[in-house]
Structures are given as C-alpha cells and as structure tokens.
C-alpha cells in the first residue's frame, strides 16, 4: 500500500499565482485533512473533510479551498498565493473522525515569493 | 497559554539513556496522540491513548486523564530515535490541538 501519496513535495510560487495540491489515499479511509507546519507554532488544521461528500473549515481557513473529490482524493487549492502562505503542508487521512490514527503524507513545502 | 504542552523543546541525549518527554493540556479530551517527525520531514503516528499505557518496542506512552498530562518514555535510547516528537489532544468533537513538538537528539 502506498499510503497517503501528496503531491507536489516542493513549489515555488509568485505572489498571486495560483496552484493545487494533491493528496490521494489508499486505505480506505473516511476523513481527510489538510494541515500547515511553521516553524514554533503546531500543525494547524486548514481544512477537513470527515467523510466523502463533506468538507469543513478548520483553525486557518482563509485564502485556501478544497475539494474531496471522491473517498480516496482531497485537494487544497490556493487561488492567489500571499507569502504568509509559506509552509509545510501536509494531507493526513484516518479511517473516522474520531479516536482513530492519523497517517499522513509527506509533506509539501511551498515558498512564495 | 497553548492548549497542549510539551517540554522540554529541545532535549539531548546519548545513546542508551532513558528519555522521557511530556505533554500537558488544559482541555478535556477523549484521547492523545503521540506522533513522530523524521529529519526528512514525514510524520507517523507513535501512539493513540485514552487511559493507563501503551507499549510498542522500546518506546512507552502513559497518560493520567486527571491531572491532564501525558509522557512519551523511550528506553535504551539510539541515534535512530533523533526526531522531532509531537503530541496531540483529541477532543470529544474530534478537533485536534497539536503540541509545538520536542527536538530529541540521541548522540552515539
């Protein structure tokens, strides 16, 4: 099994261009999450989807959108990339909403310019 | 004040020693994750608790529900285990608080 598979590993974009990252599991999982990492501060959540059909904003919504496309794909989509959008991102999937392990991906570092 | 802590941040170590790291939170929760982040980057998922201990090799997670802490013990300490170790506290609407996370290096 693959796992959680995210896509790209590293971007840079522009100020106001505009791009897509994807994340695909293979575990059958019900829930999905987009989380960023910068340094000092947890991982915070952006934006969730607890089962195919359903997304949900998390802590740190703005600027992001996504789509879960079906049981296995969940997109982040930032539509006019800001510097404060600098991170790692990370896709993670767990079988339920709640009370069950997180598996995520490998992470993708975005720097804007 | 951040809803889950976790000392210390940094912490150094040489091979063999046992190391404990910690975790405190100031909400309810209906369970805590341990998470483990490699130098490369990807992040795996150590230990999900609710209650009491849970063993997996040489690495050992507790919690005490009552006083809202939890601890991430490994024993007999590698280099291997040189990660950055991360908690999380679930709470019952399944959103989950993340931990800064703690820098453990284990020298040879």
């Known amino acids: 099994n693959a796992g959680v598979t995210q896509t790209p590993k590293f971007q840079v974009l522009k100020t106001g261009q505009s791009m897509t990252l994807q994340c695909a599991q293979d575990?059958?999982?019900?829930?999905m999450y987009w989380y960023r990492q910068d340094p000092g501060m947890g991982l915070r959540l952006i934006y969730y989807?607890?089962?195919?059909?359903?997304?949900d904003k998390g802590e740190v919504p703005n600027g992001y959108n996504v789509s879960r496309l079906n049981k296995r794909e969940f997109s982040l989509r930032l539509e006019s990339a800001a510097p404060s959008q600098t991170s790692v991102y990370f896709c993670?999937?767990?079988?339920?909403?709640?009370?069950?392990?997180?598996?995520f991906g490998n992470g993708t570092r975005l720097t804007v310019t | 004040k951040n809803e889950v802590e976790q000392s210390p941040q940094n912490l150094t170590a040489q091979e063999g020693e046992f190391i404990t790291i910690n975790c405190s939170y100031s909400?309810?929760?209906?369970?805590l994750h341990w998470l483990q982040q490699h130098p490369g980057g990807g992040i795996v998922s150590l230990f999900m608790?609710?209650?009491g201990k849970k063993k997996h090799g040489r690495l050992i997670a507790t919690i005490n529900i009552q006083e809202k802490h939890s601890s991430l013990h490994i024993t007999a300490s590698h280099p291997r285990d040189s990660a950055v170790y991360i908690c999380?506290?679930?709470?019952?609407?399944?959103?989950?608080?993340f931990g800064e996370g703690t820098q453990l290096t284990v020298n040879p």
């Open positions: 999380a506290g679930e709470t019952s609407g399944s959103r989950l608080t």
């Open positions: 608790l609710s209650s």
């Open positions: 909400v309810g929760i209906s369970a």
């Open positions: 575990m059958n999982h019900n829930s």
């Open positions: 989807s607890a089962s195919e059909g359903t997304t």
């Open positions: 993670a999937s767990r079988y339920r909403q709640g009370n069950s392990p997180l598996h």
